[in-house]
């Protein structure tokens, strides 16, 4: 079992940032990979960031690429998601999620909305 506990979200104007946060509680060494998503409304939900936890490798979606940046500390078992240069597009509930060594299990938070209006 995992748990993730997602913080950081809120309204923000064009033109600003905000970082998500996603701390990782339970079974903490059976996650392999942690992805961010988002989903507009009225939209599907969108990968769009990865990272590999024992390396750090990192892939984006073409959308956020050089705008937004994930990252983890290990240390902390917490994900982050950097965004800067926030567009009303960018508004959506964005989730975290850890993906596991055995791929029979993954684990989602709960969502935090992200609002970007001016």
């Known amino acids: 079992q995992v748990q993730l506990l997602e913080s950081g979200g809120g309204l923000v104007q064009p033109g600003g940032s905000l970082r998500l946060s996603c701390a990782a509680a339970?079974?903490?060494?059976?996650?392999?990979?942690m992805a961010w998503y988002r989903q507009p409304p009225g939209k599907e939900r969108e990968l769009i960031a990865s990272i590999s936890i024992g390396g750090g490798r990192t892939n984006y979606a073409d959308s956020v690429r050089g705008r937004f940046t994930i990252s983890r500390d290990n240390a902390k078992h917490t994900l982050y998601l950097q965004m800067n240069s926030l567009q009303p597009d960018d508004t959506a509930v964005y989730y975290c999620?850890?993906?596991?060594?055995?791929?029979?299990?993954?684990?989602w938070g709960q969502g935090t909305q992200v609002t970007v209006s001016s």
């Open positions: 999620k850890a993906y596991t060594y055995s791929g029979h299990e993954d684990y």
């Open positions: 339970g079974s903490i060494f059976s996650i392999n990979v």
